[in-house]
Nanobody
């Protein structure tokens, strides 16, 4: 199970930190550390899109639209994935999902006002 939190309403230029807690049998023990973890987002009326990924070894990759503003990280001791979002713009408004691409969280809403 993946459960996102940390979304909310923020003004343009502001910051938010999303968290994703992984639990359940498939993430038990040290297995969370073995998964590539991802953030995706879906804006109203648009398709779901890739935001960021982090490998088990900690290598990261980002969509061009968020590069330099967002930082993905993980704490394997807490089975938790993070997304630090800075310099937010209204274009970042979306539901943000944590995913292994096989399992998906329910999403957390991020709304950026201008």
């Amino acid at each position: 199970q993946l459960v996102e939190s940390g979304g909310g309403l923020v003004q343009a230029g502001g910051s938010l930190r999303l968290s994703c807690a992984a639990s359940g049998a498939i993430f038990s023990g040290a297995t969370f550390s073995l998964y590539r973890m991802n953030w995706y987002r879906q804006a109203p009326g648009k398709q779901r899109e890739f935001v960021a990924t982090i490998t088990p070894g900690g290598r990261t990759n980002y969509a061009d639209s968020v590069k330099g503003r967002f930082t993905i990280s993980r704490d394997n001791t807490k089975n938790t994935l993070y997304l630090q979002m800075n310099s937010l713009s209204p274009e970042d408004t979306a539901v943000y999902y944590c995913t292994t691409l096989e399992s998906w969280g329910q999403g957390t809403q991020v709304t950026v006002s201008s």
